[in-house]
C-alpha cells in the first residue's frame, strides 16, 4: 500500500515538473532570455539555469538557476507580452515629434484613459499627440487570445494573449518602413479605468499598463527599475491615492530618444521710448533711436564706422551700450 502510495506521489511531482519546465522554458523563449530554436533541446533544468540566472537576477530574485518556487510565481504573475530584451538600431523610435493616436471600438471610459496615458507622456518629452479617427501612428485595440492585428484585418498577430492574468497586453516598436505601430489589451483582464493609483486589488490599472504600452510604441523597452513604468512586471500601487505618473528612469528614457520639452518664450520687442532705448546708469551712452514715432523700430548702427577707439561696447541681451574710457 505505501509502495503504491510513493508511486502515485512520485508520478505526480515529476508530471508537475515537466508542467513547470515546459511552461518555464516557453516563458523564457517569449520574454527573450532563451532563443527558440534552442527550445527543442531543452530535458532538465540544468540546461536552462543560464537564463534562469539571468531573469532572476533582472528580477532581484535569488540567483541560483533553479526552477523554485519564487521563480515560478514571478513568472506566473501579471506581464506585458513585449520582450524584455530588444535589438536596438538607430531607427526604434519616430523620426517626427508630432504623432497621432486612434483607439479602435473603445468605450469612453477606455478613451478617457488613453488620452490621459498620452498627456503623461507629453508632459515629460518634446512629443506632441493627437487623437486621430483614421490613419493614426499609434493604433489601440481589445483584443483576446490568438487575435488579429487592428489595420491588417488579414494578418494574425504573432503574440497570443491569454486571457485574464499572466499576459495583460503587448506593443509594436517604431520600426523602418513601419507605418503604425499597435497596442493590443487583453480584453479578458478585469480592467480598472480609474485615473488615480488607488487600484482595487482584484483589478488590474488599465491606465498604468496603457502607459507602459505607449513607452514601447514610442521606442522605450523594459526597464529593471521596481518602480519604473516600463517595469514588465505589472506591481500594485505603491502611493495610494496620488495621480499616476512616470519615475525618473522613465523620463530619462524618453527624454533621450525625444528630448525635454520645448517651452516656448515671448520673443516680442518692447515698444521703446521716444528717443532712446532702456534707461541706463550714469556711466553709459545709450545708443539713441528715431524720434519720429514712439513705435519707431530702433535704427541699425554700424559699429565698424564708430570712428573713437577709445569706447568699450556692452552687450546686454538686444541693447548695445557705449561706455566712454573718460568716464570710468
Known amino acids: 500500500m505505501l509502495a503504491a502510495v510513493l508511486l502515485l506521489y512520485t508520478i505526480s511531482y515529476v508530471s508537475s515538473l515537466s508542467t513547470d519546465m515546459e511552461f518555464a522554458t516557453d516563458f523564457l523563449v517569449r520574454y527573450g532570455y532563451l532563443k527558440a530554436d534552442q527550445q527543442s533541446n531543452v530535458d532538465s533544468v540544468s540546461d536552462i539555469s543560464l537564463p534562469l540566472m539571468t531573469f532572476q537576477e533582472n528580477y532581484n530574485l535569488t540567483v541560483d538557476g533553479l526552477l523554485n518556487v519564487e521563480t515560478l510565481n514571478k513568472m506566473k504573475s501579471r506581464w506585458c507580452g513585449n520582450e524584455d530584451f530588444v535589438a536596438y538600431n538607430a531607427f526604434t523610435r519616430w523620426n517626427k515629434t508630432q504623432l497621432t493616436w486612434r483607439f479602435a471600438m473603445a468605450a469612453p471610459d477606455m478613451l478617457a484613459a488613453a488620452n490621459q496615458a498620452f498627456a503623461i507622456w507629453e508632459k515629460h518629452s518634446n512629443l506632441k499627440f493627437t487623437y486621430k479617427p483614421r490613419n493614426a501612428d499609434i493604433v489601440i485595440g481589445m483584443k483576446y487570445l490568438k487575435h488579429r492585428c487592428i489595420v491588417n484585418k488579414t494578418a494574425y498577430c504573432p503574440y497570443d494573449l491569454d486571457g485574464q492574468g499572466a499576459v495583460l497586453a503587448h506593443a509594436y516598436y517604431p520600426r523602418p518602413g513601419r507605418q503604425v505601430t499597435e497596442i493590443h489589451m487583453d480584453y479578458y483582464e478585469n480592467w480598472y479605468y480609474g485615473n488615480k493609483s488607488d487600484v482595487p486589488h482584484d483589478h488590474t490599472g488599465f491606465l498604468q499598463v496603457l502607459t507602459h504600452e505607449i513607452g514601447h510604441t514610442l521606442g522605450l523597452a523594459h526597464s529593471f527599475e521596481t518602480d519604473s513604468v516600463m517595469y514588465a512586471h505589472y506591481r500594485e500601487p505603491l502611493n495610494v491615492g496620488d495621480e499616476f505618473d512616470l519615475t525618473t528612469d522613465d523620463i530619462m528614457g524618453i527624454q533621450h530618444l525625444y528630448s525635454k520639452p520645448i517651452t516656448t518664450t515671448d520673443t516680442s ?25 514712439s513705435t519707431t523700430t530702433p535704427t541699425n548702427i554700424d559699429l565698424c564706422k564708430v570712428k573713437n577707439g577709445n569706447h568699450m561696447f556692452l552687450v546686454s541681451g538686444k541693447n548695445i551700450y557705449i561706455v566712454n574710457d573718460n568716464l570710468m
Open 269 to 293: 520687442t518692447p515698444t521703446t521710448s521716444a528717443t532712446t532705448t532702456p534707461v541706463t546708469s550714469a556711466t553709459s551712452t545709450p545708443i539713441t533711436t528715431s524720434t519720429s514715432s
